[in-house]
C-alpha cells in the first residue's frame, strides 16, 4: 500500500481514545491515518475508575506527565486493594494485595517461606501488608513518588474520573492528529469477502483499512456486524450488575480502593479528589435491583439521601476472536471480567500493545490474528481465573450467593490445579512456573490472596512456639525505614494541584 493505512476506530470511551494515542504515537501519519467516531448521545459506560500499574507505563510512554492529567482527571495514587469482610470464616477482617514494587524483592521470599511454614500447619506471621512495602503505604496513606535518593522504581496506580480522564485524551489525541467524528454509527458495510468496507452514519460513510470496535457492550462491529460469539463467563462468575453511588470526598484521601463484600456480591470505595465513586457488584439471580441499593444506601450511610443512584449491566465473558477479518475489539466489545481487581483497562492496554506490535510485524496484514488472538483468550482465561479464586475461597455462610460460590465447581484446570498445589504444601511459584502464568498474577499475588483469606490447611496440634521469625527479625525495620522517604498522600496531590 502506498498511501497510509486508514485505522478507524469506532467508539471514544476510555478503550477508545487509550487505543488512538496508542496508534499515533507508535505511527508516523504516512504510514497510518487514525479516525475516531463516536456519538456523545449515546455516551460512554463512565465507571471503570480504577487501575493497575501498567497505566503508569502508558502514560510514560505517551510523555503525558502526572502533574498534567491528574489534576484534570480528580485522579488519586493506588498502591493496593483493601479487601474487607471476605473470609470471616477464617477469622481474617481485612487484608491487602498491595502491588508489587522492587523493594519487596528483599522480603518477599519471607513472606512466601512463612506461608509455606503456615501451610505446613506451623503458626507463622503471613499479613502480606507487612512484607510488601505498598502494603506498608497504604497503612500510612503515603504517595508512592519516590524521592530521587531513593534507589528503587515504585509501582503503582490511580484512581481517576473515567468522564474526565476520556476528554483529556480526547484532547491529546486530537492535538497529536486523530481525526475526530462525532456521528451516530446506523450500519456496517461489509466487501465481499467479509471485510468491513465501511461505516454507515449520519453524517455520511466513514471508510477504512482497519477498523477497531470500542462501542462498549454493544459490540456493534465485531459482534453485531461480523457476527462474532461472546462466551459467557457466567457459570464461575455470577455478578452481573452494580448499583453506583457516589459519596463525598475522603478529608485523608486514601491511596488504596476498598472492596467490601456484602450479602450478595462486593462493594467498591473508589477516592477521587473530589467525591468517592462506590459501586455494589452484585448477582442479580441472588439479588433483585432495588434490595440491592437499599443495601449499598445502608452501607454508605444514605438511606435519606436523594442522591440517585445508577442501575447497570454487565455482560461478563470474551469474545471467541478478539480480532476477526479486519477488526479488532478492545475494552468492553472484546468481554469484561467484572471489576474485582480493576483489570479491564489494564486488558484493554496490554491489548493494544500486543495487537500493535503483531500489526507491524505482519506488515499491516493479518497474518498474526491466530496468535493475537490466543494471546488475548488467554489473558482474559487466566485474569478470569484470579477473579473466580476469590469467591471461590469466601468462608461467608450469610447467603446462598457466597455459598454457591464456595461449592461451584466449574474451574478451569489450571486453578484447579494452583489451589491443590496450595493446600497439598507443594511449590506454588513451580506450579506458576509450570504452567507459564506468571505475566498474568505472580507467585507473590498468589501468595497474597490464599494468605489474606487465611486459607490453610489446618494447624498442627503441637506448636514448637511463635513462627514469626521473619517479621521480628529485619523486614519491619526495612519496610518502616523505607517508608520514611515517602510523602503524605494529601500533601502530594496538593503540590500536584499547584503544578509542583
Ligand atoms: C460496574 C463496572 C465497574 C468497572 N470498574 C472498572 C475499574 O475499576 N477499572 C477498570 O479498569 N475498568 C472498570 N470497568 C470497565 C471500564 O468501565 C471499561 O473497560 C472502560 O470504561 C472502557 O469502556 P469502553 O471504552 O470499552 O466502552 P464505553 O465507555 O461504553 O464506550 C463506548 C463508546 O462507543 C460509542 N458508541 C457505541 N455505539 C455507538 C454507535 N452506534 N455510534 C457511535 N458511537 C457509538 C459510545 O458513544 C462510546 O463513546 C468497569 C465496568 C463496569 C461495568
Known amino acids: 500500500m502506498n498511501r497510509p493505512m486508514n485505522i478507524v476506530i469506532a467508539g471514544g470511551g476510555t478503550a477508545g481514545w487509550m487505543a488512538a494515542n496508542y496508534f499515533v504515537n507508535k505511527w508516523p501519519s504516512d504510514k497510518v491515518n487514525v479516525t475516531l467516531v463516536e456519538s456523545p448521545d449515546i455516551g460512554i459506560i463512565g ?115 473515567s468522564a474526565l480522564l476520556g476528554n483529556y485524551l480526547r484532547d491529546v489525541a486530537v492535538e497529536r492528529s486523530v481525526t475526530h ?26 471508510e477504512g483499512d482497519f477498523f477497531v470496535d470500542c462501542t462498549g457492550f454493544s459490540s456493534t462491529l ?116 467484572e471489576p474485582l481487581e480493576a483489570t479491564a483497562l489494564h486488558l484493554v492496554q496490554i491489548c493494544i500493545e500486543y495487537f500493535s506490535d503483531m500489526f507491524e510485524k505482519g506488515a499491516f496484514s493479518s497474518v498474526e490474528r491466530v496468535s493475537y488472538n490466543a494471546f488475548a483468550k488467554a489473558r482474559f482465561d487466566r485474569v478470569r481465573d484470579y477473579i473466580v479464586a476469590h469467591y471461590k475461597l469466601n468462608t461467608r455462610n450469610d447467603s446462598d450467593y457466597w455459598r454457591d460460590n464456595r461449592n461451584n465447581l466449574v474451574l478451569s484446570d489450571s486453578l484447579k490445579s494452583i489451589i491443590s498445589t496450595w493446600f497439598n504444601r507443594e511449590d506454588l511459584g513451580n506450579e506458576i512456573k509450570r504452567q507459564n502464568i506468571g505475566m498474568h498474577w505472580d507467585s507473590v499475588s498468589w501468595h497474597c490472596l490464599f494468605a489474606g483469606y487465611g486459607a490453610f490447611p489446618a494447624l498442627a496440634q503441637n506448636q514448637p512456639g511463635r513462627g514469626d521469625l521473619y517479621i521480628e527479625q529485619n523486614i519491619e525495620r526495612f519496610n518502616q525505614g523505607c517508608a520514611l522517604n515517602f510523602e503524605h498522600h494529601n500533601a502530594v496531590l496538593l503540590a500536584q494541584q499547584h503544578g509542583e
Open 181 to 206: 467524528v462525532s456521528a451516530v454509527i446506523s450500519d456496517v458495510a461489509l466487501h465481499a469477502s467479509g471485510d468491513i468496507s465501511h461505516l454507515v452514519t449520519d453524517r455520511g460513510n466513514i
Open 47 to 161: 465507571v471503570g475508575e480504577g487501575s493497575t500499574p501498567t497505566l503508569k507505563r502508558f502514560f510514560e510512554e505517551l510523555k503525558i506527565k502526572e502533574r498534567d492529567w491528574m489534576p484534570k482527571c480528580n485522579a488519586t495514587y493506588k498502591v493496593s486493594i483493601r479487601f474487607n469482610d471476605w473470609s470471616p470464616g477464617s477469622g481474617v477482617k481485612q487484608y491487602r494485595h498491595p502491588f508489587i514494587s522492587q523493594t519487596d524483592t528483599f522480603t518477599q521470599r519471607a513472606f512466601e517461606v512463612n506461608c509455606r511454614t503456615r501451610r505446613l500447619g506451623l503458626d507463622s506471621h503471613v499479613n502480606p501488608e507487612d512484607f510488601l512495602l505498598n502494603g506498608v503505604l497504604a497503612k500510612q496513606n503515603k504517595a508512592p513518588l519516590t524521592p530521587e535518593n531513593f534507589p528503587f522504581r515504585m509501582e503503582y496506580g490511580y484512581h481517576f474520573d
Open 222 to 337: 465485531l459482534q453485531q456486524a461480523l457476527g462474532v460469539k461472546f462466551n459467557s463467563y457466567s457459570d464461575n462468575l455470577f455478578n452481573d450488575s452494580a448499583v453506583v453511588l457516589p459519596t463525598h470526598a475522603q478529608e485523608n484521601i486514601q491511596v488504596e480502593t476498598q472492596s467490601t463484600a456484602l450479602s450478595n456480591g462486593w462493594c467498591w470505595s473508589i477516592p477521587l479528589q473530589n467525591r468517592t465513586g462506590n459501586g455494589y457488584v452484585y448477582s442479580a439471580s441472588h439479588l433483585a435491583k432495588d434490595k440491592a441499593e437499599e443495601e449499598l444506601r445502608r452501607h454508605l450511610g444514605l438511606e435519606n439521601s436523594d442522591v440517585e443512584a445508577r442501575h447497570l449491566k454487565m455482560k461478563v465473558g470474551q469474545v471467541e476472536q478478539h480480532w476477526h477479518k479486519n477488526c479488532l475489539a478492545l475494552g468492553l466489545s472484546q468481554g469484561f471480567i
